[in-house]
């Protein structure tokens, strides 16, 4: 019954910091083509798809357009559900820390830390891969952990109940790396919990593991590709993609500070009391134990995250590594800086929960001019032409988005055709060149010159372009066709 409430606790913490946190609208740039795929069904795009996301997602549309729900109001429904699943990963990481022989204290303490982190509560409460895959990982180490432990009880060996929980462990990370491809490294946590099993128990359990694993990885992919003719083309626009991210990927002193920062956004006082945990000869090095098993993988997923060109716009991508990299180290840390004082315990759980008071009307007050230009998009998109080409940055995807919902919600009326010029993979080599073109096939172009709906140094760069473009057009004395909004 305890640790029942700890859980509900834990869990209502995470859902208090997501309601003071969390945007109120797609503020993430993936989180416009989620909303889009929902409504379609179409997978692909990012990664391999994010086939069990997108498909959960489109389930939840279909029920809301069921009962008479609009497009346009669909993104709030899918963002309270994928909250609410990214809520779990606070109390399953208290679990996941108890078994792996962490203190109550110590373990309530991890789960409250992942909780209450400004990153986790910000990302975790839109319409994105990252926190439901990262609770689905959770889970699928905590399964695994209780199939290897389960053995040691088993007559006869391994069990059922090990093998049931070894291939629900497996399940879950494929469903994992369905929901996001990045989870791959938690089948790291998976092999590396198999040697605290029984060792003849060793090979069946991690068989069972791989055989579930693979067929929920295998089968949502195979239904797309049997389904989808273009899915593999996405695939390999995504790989091009990443391949010349890589390419253009630089690491100087302002990009380490800027990680610095994202780590921090993950809970200082946890991310500190970590350093001390892994710099320090104790369980987290230690071979064939579980603290090991959970936290090395993290670890490694935090070095590769170092060479991710998006880490400079978000510590979204650092949200997998939170729980077992951060958040249980750090709590055996600060549980043995805490001893018997209560005064410390005190002062511990204050200062874990404490950024997240600084964060809350930060980000709320950093987030609302780009919510107001976001929330504006829709009747400004009315008075442009049908045919419009149109610049402009973060808000980019939500046009291709407003398309859809006008198809959906208006089906008596033509779709626009209106073409979006996007920062990122798709900008043009030669944006003068491509706007002049679309100038002489007769459409209008609309150029968002507004600084609130650019951000960051490459969007930043793609309006220092545009701004050039409208002042050539402007002392032309040729801007007939051309919309500013400023």
Same mark, same amino acid.
């Given at each position: 019954? &305890?640790? $029942? ?21 797609? *503020? ?30 489109? @389930? *939840? ?30 109390? *399953? %990481?208290?679990?996941?820390? &108890? ?12 789960? *409250? ?47 059922? &109940? ?17 929901? $996001? ?16 099993? $029984? ?187 049908? %045919?419009? @080409?149109? @610049? ?47 100038? $002489? ?8 010159? &507004? ?36």
């Amino acid at each position: 019954m &305890r640790t $029942r409430r700890v859980d509900i606790y834990i869990y209502l913490s995470a859902a208090a910091a997501m309601a003071l946190v969390a945007p109120l609208g797609p *503020l993430y740039w993936d989180s416009f083509g989620y909303v889009s795929q929902a409504m379609s069904g179409h997978v692909g795009g990012l990664g391999f798809g994010r086939p069990v996301f997108i498909l959960v997602s489109h @389930v *939840l549309a279909w029920c809301w357009f069921a009962i008479g729900g609009s497009a346009a109001h669909l993104e709030p429904v899918l963002r309270v559900f994928w909250a609410a699943v990214s809520c779990c990963t606070a109390p *399953l %990481t208290w679990r996941l820390a &108890r078994r792996a022989a962490l203190t109550v204290r110590a373990s309530a303490m991890a789960g *409250l830390s992942v909780a209450v982190a400004p990153a986790m509560a910000h990302a975790g409460g839109a319409v994105l891969t990252d926190g439901p895959a990262t609770a689905a990982c959770v889970l699928a180490s905590l399964l695994a952990l209780e199939a290897v432990l389960e053995s040691w009880d088993a007559r006869p060996s391994p069990g059922r &109940r090990a093998l049931t929980l070894a291939a629900a462990a497996g399940l879950v990370a494929g469903l994992a790396i369905g929901l $996001r491809e990045q989870s791959i490294f938690s089948a790291g946590t998976l092999a590396l919990l198999l040697p605290i099993a $029984r060792r003849g128990d060793r090979w069946p359990l991690g068989l069972a593991m791989a055989a579930a694993g693979t067929a929920v990885v295998a089968v949502p992919m195979l239904f797309v590709w049997l389904t989808e003719p273009g899915y593999l083309d996405t695939i390999r626009t995504w790989l091009q993609g990443m391949a010349r991210d890589r390419a253009a990927a630089t690491f100087g002193w302002r990009d380490a500070g800027l990680f610095l920062f994202w780590i921090a956004s993950l809970g200082p006082v946890v991310a500190l009391a970590s350093i001390s945990a892994w710099t320090r000869r104790g369980p987290m090095w230690r071979l064939g134990g579980a603290l090991f098993a959970v936290a090395a993988p993290a670890l490694l997923e935090l070095v590769v995250a170092l060479g991710a060109r998006g880490i400079s716009y978000s510590p979204r991508f650092l949200l997998p590594v939170l729980p077992g990299a951060f958040a249980i180290p750090g709590a055996w840390a600060i549980d043995r800086w805490i001893g018997g004082s209560r005064v410390r315990f005190a002062v511990a759980t204050a200062a874990i929960a404490f950024p997240l008071v600084v964060a809350a009307p930060t980000l709320r007050e950093g987030s609302a001019p780009l919510l107001a230009t976001l929330h504006s998009l829709p009747s400004m998109l009315a008075r442009v032409p049908p %045919t419009a @080409v149109i @610049v402009t940055g973060q808000q980019c995807p939500a046009i291709a988005l407003e398309r859809a919902i006008v198809a959906h919600d208006s089906p008596s009326l033509p779709v626009p055709d209106w073409q979006a010029v996007c920062p990122g993979w798709a900008w043009p080599a030669d944006l003068a060149a491509r706007l002049d073109d679309a100038q $002489r096939d007769g459409r209008a172009v609309v150029l968002d010159l &507004r600084p609130t709906s650019w951000i960051g140094d490459e969007q930043h760069s793609a309006l220092a372009e545009v701004q050039n473009y409208s002042r050539a057009i402007a002392a032309s004395g040729d801007a007939r066709d051309v919309i500013v909004w400023q």
